[in-house]
């Protein structure tokens, strides 16, 4: 799977929107872009998944660039519950399974 | 909401002792996961089961690692001789997997293994 790139932190004030960004210049035609979060003391969650639309759930937005060589992860409204660290994970139709974690952006919420 | 459930949530052992971490994957789930994060790193994936089989493993699952899924709703990670190292949380994972593009994962609460 291919390689992607976040900040390791950022801060967003509650009830603004926080837009995290995740560059992934090695991207396939057939990898899926999925983000994932994991809030203390918790197991990973899914967040979100696409390949090349803006895709919008009930949890967040996924906005990827025409070149898909970068996407953006919107919370339009963070809460102190979104504070997370959250990853953006390659994933090819033709790989294994399993996800491949990497450090993620430790995202902070402050009241 | 289905959701899968971990046993026991932590697990003290003493070093050589053969450990059973146990999971409850979401019900009509094909494929199962076992992962894991040492505090303060990266999560890090070990095994994954699909069809009464191992489908995929990592460096890490080694003799020492089993997987089995006794019945039909159960799905366990064996340690048979405990090290410091394999002190971290364990967490495991379900998904439905109808197609090959789709692979949400859905993960357990973890379990903290503690070996000293």
């Known amino acids: 799977d291919a390689k992607t790139t976040q900040p390791n932190s950022m801060e967003s004030n509650e009830e603004e929107p926080v837009h995290l960004p995740c560059n992934h210049s090695?991207?396939?035609?057939?990898?899926?872009i999925h983000w994932y979060r994991q809030l203390p003391s918790q197991g990973p969650e899914y967040v979100i998944h696409g390949l090349t639309s803006n895709v919008n759930n009930r949890m967040a937005s996924l906005a990827i660039a025409e070149d898909r060589k970068s996407s953006t992860l919107i919370l339009h409204r963070a809460t102190l519950r979104d504070a997370a660290v959250y990853y953006c994970i390659l994933k090819s139709s033709g790989s294994a399974r399993q996800l491949t974690f990497g450090s993620g952006t430790q995202l902070t919420v402050l009241p | 909401e289905p959701e899968v459930t971990q046993t026991p949530s932590h697990q003290v052992t003493q070093m050589g002792q053969e450990v059973i971490l146990r999971c409850v994957p979401i019900s009509n789930h094909l494929y199962f996961y076992w992962y894991r994060q040492i505090l303060g790193q990266k999560v890090e994936f070990l095994v994954s089961f699909y069809n009464n089989e191992i489908s995929e493993k990592s460096e890490i699952f080694d003799d020492q690692f089993s997987v089995e899924r006794p019945d039909g709703s159960n799905f366990t990670l064996k340690i048979r001789s405990t090290k410091l190292e394999d002190s971290a949380m364990y967490f495991c994972?379900?998904?439905?997997?109808?197609?090959?593009?789709?692979?949400?994962?859905?993960f357990g609460p973890g379990t903290r293994l503690t070996v000293l």
């Open positions: 090695t991207i396939s035609g057939t990898d899926y």
């Open positions: 994972a379900s998904s439905q997997d109808i197609t090959h593009y789709y692979n949400e994962q859905f």
